[in-house]
T-cell receptor, first 113, second 112 residues
C-alpha cells in the first residue's frame, strides 16, 4: 500500500506570494490533517478534512486554507506569504479521523524569502 | 484548553543507558495517546499508541509507555538505548475523532 504522498518536497517563495501544497492520502483513508512543524514549536495543527468537509480547525489566520476532493486528496493554500510561514508542512491521513492512528507524509519544506 | 507537555526539550544519553521521556496532557473525556518518532531526514512514524485497556503499552523497537490516568501522564521508556535511537520524539493526544495535538518534541541524542 502506498504511503502518504506530499508534493512538492521543497518550495521557495517570496513574501506576498501564495502557495498551494498537495497531499495524497493512503488509499481508503478519508481523513486528512495538516500540520506546521517549526523548530521549538513542534507540530501545530492547521485543519482536518473528512469526506470533503473541514471538520476541525486550528488557530491559524485565514490566509491558511484547505480543501479536500472526492478522491480524498487534499490541498493546502497559503496566501500573502510571510517570512514566518517558513516551515515544514506535514500531511497526515487516517481511516476515520484524527483521533485514530495517523500516517504522515514526508512533508513539504516551504521557505519564504 | 487541550494541551500536551513534554518535560525535556533535549536529552543526551550514552548507549545502553535507560531512557524515560516525560509527557503530560490536559484533556477532558476519553483520550487517545500516541508517541511518534522522527529520525533525521525521515517522516514521522508511530512508536506506540494507547486507546484503552492495559495501561502499559509496548511499541516498536523496544519502546514502551505507561498511561497513568491519575497523573495525566504517558511517559515513554526504553531500558537500554542504542545510537540508532537518536531522533526527535513527539507525544500526542486526541479525543476520539478530534484533532491530534502534539507536544513540542524532545530531541534525543545518543552518544556511541
Amino acid at each position: 500500500k502506498a504511503g502518504v504522498t506530499q508534493t512538492p518536497r521543497y518550495l521557495i517563495k517570496t513574501r506576498g506570494q501564495q502557495v498551494t501544497l498537495s497531499c495524497s492520502p493512503i488509499s481508503g483513508h478519508r481523513s486528512v490533517s495538516w500540520y506546521q512543524q517549526t523548530p521549538g514549536q513542534g507540530l501545530q495543527f492547521l485543519f482536518e478534512y473528512f469526506s470533503e468537509t473541514q471538520r476541525n480547525k486550528g488557530n491559524f489566520p485565514g490566509r491558511f486554507s484547505g480543501r479536500q476532493f472526492s478522491n480524498s486528496r487534499s490541498e493546502m493554500n497559503v496566501s500573502t506569504l510571510e517570512l514566518g510561514d517558513s516551515a515544514l508542512y506535514l500531511c497526515a491521513s487516517s481511516l476515520s479521523g484524527t483521533g485514530a492512528r495517523a500516517f504522515f507524509g514526508q512533508g513539504t519544506r516551504l521557505t519564504v524569502v | 484548553a487541550q494541551s500536551v507537555s513534554q518535560h525535556n526539550h533535549h536529552v543526551i544519553l550514552s548507549e545502553a543507558a535507560s531512557l524515560e521521556l516525560g509527557c503530560n496532557y490536559s484533556y477532558g473525556g476519553t483520550v487517545n495517546l500516541f508517541w511518534y518518532v522522527q529520525y533525521p531526514g525521515q517522516h514521522l512514524q508511530l512508536l506506540l499508541k494507547y486507546f484503552s485497556g492495559d495501561p502499559l503499552v509496548k511499541g516498536i523497537k523496544g519502546f514502551e509507555a505507561e498511561f497513568i490516568k491519575s497523573k495525566f501522564s504517558f511517559n515513554l521508556r526504553k531500558p537500554s538505548v542504542q545510537w540508532s535511537d537518536t531522533a526527535e520524539y513527539f507525544c500526542a493526544a486526541a479525543n476520539r475523532d478530534d484533532k491530534i495535538i502534539f507536544g513540542k518534541g524532545t530531541r534525543l541524542h545518543i552518544l556511541p
